[in-house]
């Protein structure tokens, strides 16, 4: 046993590259999922848009309270709604209306304005959770909602729903994930496996070249995470009543999209791993990085600012922002062209590069 | 010291194209570095469409080497080489198209069954839908696999992969095979049947190129023989040409009934190198025992003594090997 247990301490270590892939990266990756999770005390405060168009003292009062619990940023209704609805830097806006404070005081009721993305989901709650807390905090100066004499009205910025659920925020993001796994696992193996069976020296050799052979491969994997993607969400929706959007072709592009940039990365990993058995640690690594980066396992506006700075770099971000705009902003096809470009881009991108890398460690002749 | 036996062919430098498109395969001073070393040195060869060609030299001669640059897979560091006419850098896909490899490593997709294998190789090498239940039917009688298409590689023994091996080298009908040690840890039975399918190839027509580092293949199977080592073809022929030019001896070993006093008599017989005596036993070293053996009898029989047994040992590829290389084959 001791023989056996030397034996294969010695192999491992004495392959370099999986030392680093299996020590340094999961650092790495630990690192980036720490800072999404535990960021402390500096942690990004809610960011909440009001729109004061009242300017009497009932509209002050809220204001002063909202801002001991939220960063709060006075502006104009259009620079609000267009921090909602375009950028997505806010959850919900407060808009107090004209007269708010004057009908009040004359006893009148009035509506306070909420102007949300349901798509937000944890920082909308954020929001409706802190106007209660300030109901909680005005009641020693006043008691306005509980007098009833000013409600709250929600007006969606960027759909037709009011909210949505907790599963349909997580489940596209792990669907993604899972589809990430299987893909690049089974891209990068696949290719190194045609090594370990001897076939790569068939295939090297046979006519219309190498990547053509390459590129009917990826093409097998591509068909197989597009069907997966298909059904884990098609499963969520008949099952659990997730919503897929309003926009079948949008969701097909996209989906397309999402699993060409996966394919490509699985390329990648193939191209940049020696052996197959690099391609688990330095496969493991990347679904890891993206699926955090990319606001898989968590909204992106819980992350740190460094974090969200670098999240365009990551092709899940995309995938995820197309996902989000799709089935939580309802937003159609037109939503997703752009995402639907980059991974696009993105993908062409990882593909050619891994193929070269690909190319150049197995078949230079 | 190396001596070579034959001379290799030189090409007419004024014509090559013509003298390339009447062969299945021209060489012509092919050479191979890999990082300052070169493991192909100079291979000048030509080899007529329809013969069984042998390469036999020890492990790391340059057999797979040069095989691999006719197959196209490794680009030569100089040198041309031609393939029924089409240049191998500069009609690689011509040159693909026709022929065909079994490597020296199996070549199998162990979760797929042999019909499937060699269905999709066929594929790949664009062999027509209609023809291609056809071919691997075919491939698999060849290679005596038929009984077991519809069973997974995986289950199969190391000789069925390698008798597998070959069908998949064959089933896109090649006009030029090139296979690398393809008896290697093989039993008896598999064995027999790669042998059996080179022979039917070469009555279709088809040019094989074999390497082996057994000699006996080479003396069964080849037309021909190119023996290399050190990257560097030392010697080409058949191998009756290769025997007849070699100055290694053969041994005849005779018992006699009573041991000889003297050997004067068959130390003078014609073509007698070298005569050892032990007890009742005389081993007489000869070029060609054949010539020899009849005048050694009548020698022994003036001297009154009686044969009980007779035991020859020819001159064979490892004698010829040795004497050109100062080693053996099997070194």
Same mark, same amino acid.
């Given at each position: 046993m001791l023989a056996v247990f030397r034996k294969d301490l010695r192999i491992f270590l004495r392959d370099r590259s999986a030392l680093v892939f299996s020590l340094l990266m999961p650092i790495l990756v630990i690192t980036v999922i720490a800072e999404g999770l535990f960021h402390g005390d500096d942690g990004p405060q809610l960011l909440v848009p009001v729109v004061n168009d009242d300017g009497g003292p009932v509209a002050s009062t809220f204001i002063k309270l909202l801002g001991e619990h939220a960063d709060v940023r006075p502006m104009s209704r259009a620079e609000a709604e267009h921090l909602v609805r375009d950028k997505h830097e806010a959850a919900a806006a407060i808009v107090f209306p004209p007269q708010l404070s004057k009908q009040?005081?004359?006893?009148?009721?009035?509506?306070?304005?909420?102007?949300?993305?349901?798509?937000?989901?944890?920082?909308?709650?954020?929001?409706?959770?802190?106007?209660?807390? !300030?109901?909680?905090?005005?009641? +020693?100066?006043?008691?306005?909602?509980?007098?009833?004499?000013?409600?709250?009205k929600?007006?969606?910025?960027?759909?037709?729903?009011?909210?949505?659920?907790?599963?349909?925020?997580?489940?596209?993001?792990? +669907?993604?994930? $899972?589809?990430?796994?299987?893909?690049? $696992?089974?891209?990068? !193996?696949?290719?190194?496996?045609?090594?370990?069976?001897?076939?790569?020296a068939r295939l090297l050799v046979a006519p219309g070249g190498f990547t053509r052979i390459l590129l009917g491969k990826l093409a097998a994997r591509f068909v197989v995470g597009v069907v997966q993607m298909i059904v884990l969400l098609a499963w969520a929706h008949f099952v659990f009543g997730v919503s897929l959007g309003t926009s079948p072709v949008g969701f097909l592009l996209l989906t397309a999209a999402s699993v060409f940039a996966v394919v490509a990365a699985g390329m990648l990993v193939a191209g940049l791993a020696q052996s197959r058995e690099q391609t688990l640690p330095l496969g493991l690594c990347l679904v890891m990085a993206f699926s955090a980066l990319g606001g898989l396992w968590w909204p992106q506006s819980a992350q740190p600012d460094w974090m969200n700075r670098i999240s365009p770099a990551f092709f899940t971000t995309w995938s995820m922002r197309g996902l989000n705009d799709l089935i939580l902003r309802e937003g159609g096809l037109r939503a997703v062209l752009l995402p639907a470009v980059v991974l696009l881009a993105y993908g062409a991108a990882m593909l050619v590069l891994g193929l070269r890398l690909f190319r150049f460690r197995f078949s230079a002749r | 010291m190396k001596t070579s036996l034959r001379t290799v062919h030189v090409l007419e430098p004024l014509r090559p194209q013509l003298r390339a498109v009447s062969s299945a395969v021209v060489l012509r001073d092919l050479r191979r570095e890999y990082g300052g070393r070169e493991v192909v040195r100079g291979v000048s060869l030509e080899i007529p469409a329809g013969e069984i060609f042998g390469l036999l030299g020890p492990n790391g001669a340059g057999k797979t080497t040069l095989l691999s640059m006719i197959s196209t897979r490794l680009r030569p560091t100089s040198g041309d080489a031609w393939v029924h006419g089409k240049h191998v850098t500069q009609d690689v896909d011509a040159v693909r198209r026709l022929l065909n490899v079994a490597p020296q490593e199996e070549a199998l997709y162990p979760s797929l069954t042999a019909a499937e294998n060699l269905?999709?190789?066929?594929?790949?090498?664009?062999?027509?839908?209609?023809?291609?239940?056809?071919?691997?039917?075919?491939?698999?009688?060849?290679?005596?696999?038929?009984?077991?298409?519809?069973?997974?590689?995986?289950?199969?023994?190391?000789?069925?992969?390698?008798?597998?091996?070959?069908?998949?080298?064959?089933?896109?009908?090649?006009?030029?095979?090139?296979?690398?040690?393809?008896?290697?840890?093989?039993?008896?039975?598999?064995?027999?049947?790669i042998f059996d399918a080179v022979?039917?190839?070469? +009555?279709?027509?088809?040019?094989?190129?074999?390497?082996?580092?057994?000699?006996?293949?080479?003396?069964?199977?080849?037309?021909?023989?190119?023996?290399?080592?050190?990257?560097?073809?030392?010697?080409?022929?058949?191998?009756?040409?290769?025997?007849?030019?070699?100055?290694?001896?053969?041994?005849?070993?005779?018992?006699?009934?009573?041991?000889?006093?003297?050997?004067?008599?068959?130390?003078?017989?014609?073509?007698?190198?070298?005569?050892?005596?032990?007890?009742?036993?005389?081993?007489?070293?000869?070029?060609?025992?054949?010539?020899?053996?009849?005048?050694?009898?009548? +020698?022994?029989?003036?001297?009154?003594?009686?044969?009980?047994?007779?035991?020859?040992?020819?001159?064979t590829l490892d004698d010829v090997f040795l004497e050109l290389t100062g080693k053996a084959l099997r070194d």
């Open positions: 009040y005081l004359q006893g009148r009721s009035s509506e306070i304005l909420l102007l949300t993305d349901p798509a937000a989901g944890s920082d909308l709650q954020g929001v409706k959770v802190l106007l209660l807390l !300030m109901d909680k905090d005005a009641a +020693a100066l006043a008691d306005p909602f509980a007098e009833d004499k000013i409600t709250l929600e007006q969606n910025l960027t759909g037709n729903r009011l909210s949505v659920t907790v599963f349909e925020q997580r489940v596209p993001g792990f +669907a993604l994930m $899972f589809v990430l796994l299987a893909v690049v $696992f089974g891209t990068s !193996m696949s290719m190194h496996e045609e090594r370990d069976w001897g076939t790569l | 269905s999709f190789f066929a594929e790949l090498y664009g062999v027509p839908r209609s023809e291609r239940a056809g071919r691997v039917a075919e491939a698999l009688e060849v290679v005596g696999l038929i009984g077991r298409k519809d069973d997974r590689v995986s289950s199969y023994s190391g000789g069925m992969r390698r008798r597998l091996n070959l069908g998949c080298a064959l089933v896109t009908a090649p006009r030029l095979v090139l296979l690398d040690e393809p008896t290697v840890a093989v039993d008896p039975q598999s064995r027999a049947h022979r039917e190839l070469r +009555a279709r027509g088809t040019t094989i190129v074999y390497t082996t580092h057994y000699l006996e293949e080479a003396e069964d199977l080849c037309d021909r023989i190119a023996i290399m080592d050190e990257g560097q073809v030392v010697a080409c022929g058949s191998l009756d040409e290769l025997l007849a030019h070699s100055r290694a001896s053969e041994v005849i070993e005779l018992r006699l009934q009573a041991a000889p006093a003297t050997v004067t008599p068959v130390e003078a017989v014609e073509g007698v190198q070298k005569v050892e005596t032990v007890g009742t036993e005389i081993r007489i070293f000869t070029a060609r025992a054949q010539h020899a053996l009849p005048r050694i009898y009548r +020698a022994l029989s003036g001297l009154g003594h009686r044969i009980l047994r007779t035991r020859v040992t020819p001159v």
